[in-house]
């Protein structure tokens, strides 16, 4: 196992891991792997963890990955996900050997309660042994969708880095119904069939090889191109391009400047009206060996859109990665004269990404953009509307960072702040009130008999929907039903999200005082609700992607006393890492009488009031704060001039 797996087992960080192996002696020794990614023996590590007192219970994906490495070879555990995904592949299990045969019926032994996507994610790991490869971050993945959606009617998508396919499951789970892509690497194409068909029943048309050398789809027009670039790689050099390659209409890149060829190659792919979505490094937007073809891009009218994404939010950590919102060129028709830049950098300000107002803030300046309107899109220091004319001076900068400043409007700031403040100082109040209902508590015996939430779903005590259990969006005349999303539970508010499905399980329709799950993204922050009971504006509604429901079976299980365990991970500080493992149906209950769990359920109530409370007062600070502090050193906003200072910012003596 590696040092990440460590840390996921003894629910600790991975810099922990590594003081670990410093500061003991005893510490295991690698067994395998590299310097950099060294590989430990299982068996030592739990002993060692154990010898020390840390729990080290494993769930029932890290033990099949276990058994993967033990038993099989690379090629063995991809057989074993085809068998498991299509079970008439080419190989029989009754063929297959005795390894083979017992990973696969643990595999299914699994798939109800984990996925089967999960789980054949797991089996083919294994087989990608090519460092630096890393799947995109699953909520950047769908924000790219929904950038692609509000422009055009999605149907067919092409990926020509897909890797293991989750930008084009993405598509799919936004109704996609042609599905391609293209990748260097072999087992790349076969995870991404696999982990596709494992969730949808659409089977992609995957081919291998490097698009931009020997590009499978040549010539070839699609709805929406998604890319997250490899991060290594030369551009292609005039002699790698054919004499009429679309991509010479804007120019070569240098070699240094691979992600631009990654933009061109999406481009071309683009039908006329088509959007290209990319995710690239900020230097792609500025750097001066790129400045011809960002000018070219320009003068074309391709470029719609340039956002900034808080650092933290995808692989590579290090950066601030900006989106790229492209456009098929319709030489028929004048190009467009603006670009719109958003910049949420500062939206994950100490490292603490507020990702549901991220995700707000760019769809919102997006949907705005594209409709007709009188005036451009501002908003302060974080949108602007710039005509393409600026941008192509000696440095064609398209960093949105570079053009905030043409967003902050004195009067319209000025209007913003007064609000900003105002709305704070009522949910300071709110936050007061909540605190002031809170009970007074008192010391307690603490020795109950439990149960897991597993256990007790085995007893008919608890119903357990798992997630991706809704369906996909069937588009056309079905019928619109309300979905509540990851944003939702993470805000506390009601449905936000719609789906068109014919008939849904009706066991799916949310119920009062449902207990809604979804895992946090890795950029949450600790005011982020980490579960929603069902209230009235929701019930109705359906699960919305990856959102799972736990249902208290009445007068057996307090909903909202259930809802104070499974939101902390049996009520330890450290049942924030049990969440983010998925380890909730292991989370441990209190088998209490009813009297006993609706007294603590009401005061657990009035307490997740208090952190709803919070979470709007921490977003409302952040807002006016923002504003403030932005209009003042902008210098679009000065402090009002009172009796004793009448001559404040108006040119008087310092």
Known sequence: MTATEISKLAGVTRATVSNWRRRHEDFPQPVGGTEARPVFDRNEVQSWLSSRGTDISESPLSRLRTAVRSSLTADESVEVAKLLVHPAGSTSPDQASDAVSRILKAARAIVPSEGLAAVADVLTESALTEPGTYATAEPVAELMVTLAAAGTPIDTVLDPACGSGYLLLAAAREGATGLFGQDVLAVQATRARLLIGAEIEKQPEIEVGDSLLADAFAGKGFDVVLCDPPGSGAAPSEDDLALGDPRLAYGIPPKSEAELAWALQSLVHARIGGYAVLLLSPG???????????????????????????????????????????????????????????????????????????????????????????????????????????????????????????????????????????????????????????????????????????????????????????????????????????????????????????????????????????????????????????????????????????????????????????????????????????????????????????????????????????????????????????????????????????????????
């Open 284 to 654: 792609a937007a500025s750097r001066p060996t790129g400045r011809r073809i960002r000018s070219a891009l320009l003068r074309a009218g391709a470029v719609r859109a340039v956002i900034a994404l808080p650092q933290r939010v995808a692989q590579p950590w290090a950066f601030s990665l900006h989106l790229w919102v492209l456009q098929g060129p319709d030489p028929s028709t004048r190009p467009g004269h603006t670009v719109l830049f958003i910049d949420t950098e500062s939206l994950g300000a100490d490292g603490a990404v507020d990702w549901p107002t991220v995700e707000e803030t760019i769809t919102t300046a997006w949907r705005s953009f594209l409709r007709p309107r009188s005036r451009p899109i501002a908003v302060p220091g974080l949108v602007a509307e710039v005509d393409v004319i600026g941008l192509l001076d000696d440095t064609v900068n398209l960093a949105p960072s570079a053009w905030m400043s043409s967003s902050l409007d004195p009067e319209t700031m000025a209007g913003e702040a007064t609000a900003a403040l105002s709305d704070l100082e009522s949910t300071v109040a709110e936050l007061a009130a909540a605190v002031t209902a809170v009970d007074t508590f008192e010391p307690a015996v603490t020795d109950w008999r439990t149960a897991t939430v597993l256990e007790l779903v085995n007893g008919g005590a608890l119903h357990w929907f798992p997630p991706g259990t809704t369906g996909v969006d069937s588009g056309g005349d079905h019928a619109v039903w309300r979905t509540i999303e990851h944003r939702d539970i993470a805000r506390g508010t009601g449905p936000s999200g719609t789906v068109r499905l014919d008939n849904p399980d009706s066991q799916l329709i949310v119920q009062p005082d449902d207990i809604l799950l979804a895992p946090l993204p890795k950029s949450s922050t600790h005011t982020d609700l980490r579960l929603k009971v069902a209230g009235p504006d929701d019930v109705g509604a359906l699960p919305g992607r990856g959102v799972a429901i736990l249902r208290a079976v009445p007068d057996r299980t307090d909903p909202w006393f259930l809802a104070a365990f499974v939101a902390e991970g049996d009520g330890l500080p450290t049942g924030t890492t049990s969440w983010i493992r998925g380890d909730r149906l292991r989370t441990r209950i209190p088998l209490l009488a009813m009297a006993q769990q609706r007294r603590c359920g009401a005061a657990y109530r009035r307490i997740y009031e208090v952190h709803l409370a919070s979470a709007r007062v921490t977003a409302e600070v952040r807002k006016a704060t923002d504003l403030l502090t932005g209009g003042l050193t902008a210098g679009v906003l000065v402090p009002a001039a009172d009796d004793t200072n009448d001559n404040n910012f108006r040119g008087g003596n310092a």
